[in-house]
């Protein structure tokens, strides 16, 4: 058994707690709360983050307008949302993968889906007749816009949000034609 000196071992504890309160102010200075704070987050990373996923969201958002404003079962709130989840669930990936491009597939193809099912939600049958396919396909579209909005793929991600939008907003009036002549013969 090891035998300490009572005295010793007394007096390098007071020299351990002076220490300690020497260099207290010293700490308390480094450690202040923002710096304490700055030290758990990369903040210019967390701004970056911050930009694709408002990006994403405001780039879904004429669209869920849209369907909003035809009066469909889901609008605004949830295209943007579906885009920001998509762009989240690929940050994560690339930060998850550690480069492995099989890793983040894997990722990407859960994504998809998910959000098939999301879509699936939207489309009703009735009457002979099915509904809500235009805003599946919009579900699923917003999906990919967010994932481009995260791979930083932005010009690919403004495309997809006009196209779909002028296919929803200006494709309207074309389809009622067709669906009023195609019911014009089935009565004939």
């Not at 369907?67 to 889901?74: C, K, L, P």
């Not at 949302?81 to 983040?104: F, H, K, P």
């Not at 791979?151 to 939008?165: C, G, P, Q, T």
Request: aromatic share 8%; hydrophobic share 50%; charged share 15%.
């Amino acid at each position: 058994m090891i035998e300490f000196d009572r005295p010793l071992c007394g007096c390098i504890l007071i020299i351990i707690v002076i220490t300690f309160f020497c260099s207290l102010p010293q700490l308390v200075v480094n450690l202040s709360l923002m710096h304490w704070f700055s030290s758990l987050l990369d903040w210019h990373l967390c701004a970056v983050f911050a930009g694709k996923i408002a990006g994403a969201y405001l780039l879904a958002l004429p669209i869920g307008w849209e369907r909003e404003r035809a009066e469909h079962s889901v609008g605004v709130r949830t295209f943007p949302l579906v885009a920001m989840a998509s762009c989240g669930y690929v940050l994560l990936a690339d930060n998850l993968s550690g480069g492995d491009a099989a890793a983040r597939s894997r990722i990407i193809q859960g994504l998809t889906t998910g959000i098939g099912f999301i879509g699936g939600g939207a489309i009703m049958r009735g009457r002979g007749n099915v509904h809500g396919t235009a805003t599946a396909a919009s579900i699923w579209n917003t999906g990919v816009l967010g994932a481009a909005v995260a791979s930083s793929r932005y010009e690919i991600a403004i495309i997809l949000s006009l196209i779909n939008l002028i296919t929803l907003r200006f494709l309207m009036p074309l389809k009622s034609r067709l669906d009023h002549r195609e019911r014009q013969e089935r009565s004939e």
